[in-house]
């Protein structure tokens, strides 16, 4: 078989039509457990509406429909917060942001800074590559729904997520380190 592709790449025709086509991901961990039902979807497509509603769409389209509340921003690596884009993404219902690679970690960056910095408030959503070992710092950075890889089980990431049960850092949940905490208590 020299002339089929890799078995783990995909010729350019499926990436484009992966592109094109809307995600609709079953593993999804909502605040802890596992979500009954995802009604959204993700569509990297930056010219074009999805059909599927609820969806995440990229930041440029969703900042040109901001009226259709069936819509929510979908946030790539690169995206640059600033003031004005931190007001902008405030009256969104819901935000994705996305892991193109599980090596890659500047999700985590946004997602602290749209909580801490910008106050937001609602669901924030990892999407793309998403794995069981990252669940637990997911949502320490302020992840509260992680739509896993089709290849992840989501009873893994369950358990991954009750594993840990005292934190020595500070987080987004957890304002205090471990040490402040017991200072306070012995006061």
């Keep these: 078989m020299p002339n ?3 078995p783990n790449k995909p010729d350019e025709t499926q990436a484009e039509a ?3 086509t809307p995600v609709h991901v079953d593993h999804l961990i909502f605040n802890g457990e596992l979500a009954a039902e995802n009604a959204w979807c993700v569509s990297y497509d930056v010219d074009a509406l999805p059909e599927q509603r609820p ?3 990229p930041l440029a389209l969703w900042q040109a429909n901001q009226d259709d509340a069936e819509l ?3 946030l790539t690596s690169d995206t640059e917060l600033n003031v004005e884009l931190g007001q902008q993404l405030s009256s969104a219902s819901a935000i994705a942001v996305d892991f193109p690679a599980f090596t890659d970690g500047r999700g985590y960056t946004i997602a602290r800074l ?4 910008y ?5 924030v959503r990892a999407v793309g590559d998403v794995l069981v070992d990252q669940l637990e710092y997911m949502r320490r950075c302020g992840f509260t729904a992680m739509a896993l890889r089709d290849d992840q089980h989501p009873e893994d990431a369950l358990r991954a997520l009750s594993f840990i049960s005292v934190r020595y850092q500070p987080d ?5 380190a471990l040490f402040e905490r017991r200072l306070a208590d012995n006061k």
Excluded: I
């Excluded at 749209?114 to 910095?117: F, K």
């Excluded at 106050?119 to 669901?123: I, Q």
């Design 18 to 20: 992966v592109e094109q």
């Design 72 to 74: 929510a921003p979908l």
């Design 114 to 117: 749209l909580r801490e910095r």
């Design 4 to 6: 089929s592709p890799a």
């Design 55 to 57: 969806a995440f769409v």
């Design 172 to 176: 987004v949940e957890e304002r205090q």
């Design 119 to 123: 106050g937001y408030s609602g669901e």
